[in-house]
C-alpha cells in the first residue's frame, strides 16, 4: 500500500504538535511495515521547511528533522505526463 503523508501531519510530528501530534507518529511509524510505502511531495518538503523554520528558528535544525523525515518517507514524484493522463481520466 502507498500512503500519501499531507504536510500538516508532517508537521504536526516535527514540530509536536498537539493533540495529532501521537497520530502523526503513528502513521509515520507504519512506514516499518514491508507492506506500505509512505510519501511526501516535494513542494510539501518546501512547505514543511519555511513553516518549521519560522516556527523553530533555526534552519539547522528544521534541516537535520527533514533529513530524518526522509529516512522515513519517499518523496513522491509526478511527472508532467502523468498529470496530463490524470486528467483525461473520467
Not at 26 to 54: C, N, P, T
Request: charged letters at 30%; a neutral charge.
Amino acid at each position: 500500500m502507498k500512503l500519501l503523508i499531507d504536510t500538516n501531519v508532517i508537521l504536526d510530528v516535527l514540530l509536536k504538535r498537539e493533540p495529532f501530534y501521537r497520530t502523526g507518529v503513528a502513521l509515520l511509524k507504519m512506514s516499518e511495515r514491508k507492506d506500505i510505502q509512505e510519501f511526501v511531495s516535494a513542494s510539501a518538503v518546501i512547505d514543511i521547511f519555511y513553516i518549521a523554520s519560522r516556527t523553530m528558528k533555526s534552519k539547522t535544525a528544521v534541516r537535520e528533522l527533514l533529513c530524518k523525515l526522509l529516512q522515513v518517507v519517499s518523496v513522491a514524484v509526478v511527472s508532467e505526463d502523468e498529470i496530463h493522463k490524470a486528467l483525461e481520466l473520467e
